[in-house]
């Protein structure tokens, strides 16, 4: 009789840690650090990735459809970028959805580098100064004849540090041209906020991709718990 209690006390008690465990497995997928709550921010990373992306082509089309920006090169440019990082969310967000190892280190390889390429122009554009500023400017100025049209139109402005009255400008002020003031100085003016600008922002997406970084290397070493789930593929 002892003898069956026994055997029968034991059973209860590992059908108990059996159910303990299975509940801590559980709760272990849902909250965050664990599998499904990884998962979802490296899905919820790459949507917004994509909508940036998205954001990027949009306005690039638009200022070139209505005519604010002349410049091909310039649009191509941005529309280049938002093109390449809606292909980086949509391989991020194959890998995250289907937890496949190939694609996740691939996405990772590629964040991580463009986090060192994104973070290094950030802190340029924080750490130059007016006379790099002031290069920079005029190299950008003789380098593009429409970026010129477009700045004289935009500003009101002829010549990059004295209006040339012999040549051309789209600026309205030009019929009167002792008028017009050189378009150096009132583009510096804006450079150092836009250069703040920027890199502000870069700094804040740089450190949101060193997060997709971690959050993939981690969510790479996962395995899901659930039944049926076909993980770790």
Request: with cysteine; net charge positive; aromatic share 12%.
């Amino acid at each position: 009789m002892i003898k069956l209690n026994y055997f029968s006390t034991r059973r209860r008690l590992s059908l108990r840690i059996a159910l303990f465990e299975r509940i801590k497995k559980r709760i272990s997928t849902m909250v965050c650090g664990g599998f499904v709550c990884t998962k979802n921010s490296l899905c919820a990373l790459n949507i917004l990735y994509v909508m940036v992306s998205l954001l990027l082509i949009g306005v690039a089309a638009w200022g070139k459809w209505f005519g604010l920006v002349s410049s091909f090169r310039v649009v191509a440019g941005i529309i280049g970028v938002g093109i390449f990082l809606l292909f980086v969310a949509f391989v991020g967000l194959c890998g995250a959805l289907k937890h496949h190892q190939v694609l996740l280190f691939f996405y990772m390889i590629i964040l991580f580098l463009v986090f060192m390429v994104q973070l290094s122009v950030s802190a340029a554009c924080l750490a130059i100064n007016k006379e790099q500023q002031k290069e920079l400017l005029e190299v950008g100025w003789n380098k593009s004849e429409a970026t010129q049209k477009d700045v004289e139109k935009s500003l009101n402005c002829c010549g990059f540090f004295h209006p040339n009255y012999n040549g051309t400008c789209d600026a309205d002020c030009f019929s009167n041209p002792l008028s017009c003031n050189p378009c150096g100085p009132i583009i510096q003016s804006h450079a150092e906020e836009v250069l703040r600008f920027v890199g502000g922002i870069g700094c804040f997406f740089s450190f949101t991709e060193i997060l997709g970084v971690w959050l993939t290397h981690r969510y790479r070493n996962q395995k899901d718990s659930r039944p049926n789930s076909g993980a770790f593929l």
